[in-house]
């Protein structure tokens, strides 16, 4: 189980998000979530704001998170690279 929170770490504000992410093998998925919309095509998953949400102020200055169970079928390995709509993300 993970929670995921997304923070807009750039100068102007965020409206409408999407986090995704590769698995690093095509044996693990997201098997349940909240908080947001989830779709995965084969080990790409998506994530996308839920619907009403409202925008991220710039400079870390409002929060959004959503939380998923991952599921695997042998190793399960931490994906390394997130992206928050197509830039991958450099915060902590």
Do not use: K, Y
């Not at 693990?28 to 925008?55: C, D, K, L, N, Y």
């Not at 959503?66 to 991958?88: C, E, H, K, Q």
């Amino acid at each position: 189980m993970a929670t995921v929170t997304v923070r807009n770490l750039s100068d102007t504000p965020i409206t409408g998000w999407t986090v995704d992410w590769d698995w690093p093998t095509d044996r693990q998925s997201v098997s349940s979530g909240w908080g947001a919309t989830f779709h995965q095509t084969g080990s790409h998953v998506r994530v996308t704001a839920p619907e009403g949400a409202g925008p991220l102020a710039p400079d870390g200055g409002s929060t959004a998170s959503f939380g998923f169970v991952g599921a695997n079928d042998g190793p399960n390995p931490d994906p390394t690279v997130f992206r928050l709509n197509g830039t991958v993300c450099s915060g902590g």
